[in-house]
């Protein structure tokens, strides 16, 4: 299922996904059944198996009209993860809001790694999307993009509640934190599930502790020191 999201911010390079984004009702639905059927179809066979001829012929249009929204397969696998991004962007957001102390930083980020979890467990389009992404550099940037953003987020929080801490070291450390997640997340999708969930946990464990009550330390080896607080 396509996440109902709000529009993604634009990758790195500024380059829409879309080759001709749609204004009209008719031509926006027909992305959203464009997108529907690729994503059946990566349910069902992989996006890598997956070929643009059968897009068009399971969305019903003729392969020229798809082009004239999607140049190629990339660009459909790319939207599709600017919109899984979107929503994880929005949960982040809605999530660290409520955060008024280091204590509950804690708890929501505890909270939201296990939701990220658990979406990706139960969406294997997401887990074969972001494969895709690995394979390809273009789609590598967004995803470093996706870490930058929730690195952002989570440092907007961590800035307020430590706000003796210098802005630039929070910076490295939430960006650290949210690109390490993606990589654990990975790992613990590959293996079973009762592995998975140890991995997962032994992440959290790691992390949660880098939230201490004056922020990361200072100096290469702040992150480190920070993990032995309690």
Same mark, same amino acid.
């Given at each position: ?106 708890? @929501? #980020? ?8 658990? =979406?990706? /467990? !139960?969406?294997? %389009?997401? *887990? ?45 450390? @939430? #960006? ?8 654990? =997340?990975? /790992? !613990?999708?590959? %293996?079973? *599930? ?37």
């Amino acid at each position: 299922m396509i996440p109902d999201a709000s529009p993604a911010t634009l990758p790195a390079d500024d380059e829409p996904a879309l080759r001709r984004t749609p204004s009209q009702k008719r031509s926006r639905e027909r992305v959203e059944q464009i997108l529907a059927c690729a994503t059946a179809l990566i349910q069902e066979k992989g996006s890598d198996a997956m070929r643009m001829s059968e897009v068009a012929e399971k969305a019903g249009i003729s392969i020229g009209s798809l082009y004239q929204y999607f140049p190629d397969k990339a660009a459909i696998v790319r939207t599709l993860a600017e919109r899984y991004n979107a929503v994880c962007n929005e949960c982040i957001a809605a999530e660290l809001a409520k955060v008024t102390s280091i204590a509950e930083l804690r708890d @929501a #980020f505890s909270l939201l790694f296990d939701i990220y979890y658990e =979406m990706f /467990l !139960a969406e294997p %389009v997401m *887990r074969d999307i972001w494969s895709a992404m690995q394979a390809d550099k273009a789609l590598r940037e967004i995803d470093l993009a996706q870490s930058r953003a929730g690195g952002k987020l989570l440092a907007d929080v961590w800035a307020r509640l430590v706000p003796a801490t210098p802005r630039e070291e929070i910076d490295s450390a @939430a #960006f650290l934190i949210m690109h390490l997640g993606d990589c654990t =997340m990975r /790992l !613990a999708v590959s %293996v079973d *599930r009762a592995e998975g969930d140890q991995i997962v946990e032994a992440y959290k464990r790691m992390t949660i502790k880098d939230f201490v009550a004056d922020g990361p330390r200072r100096g290469a080896g702040s992150i480190d020191n920070s993990m032995t607080e309690s």
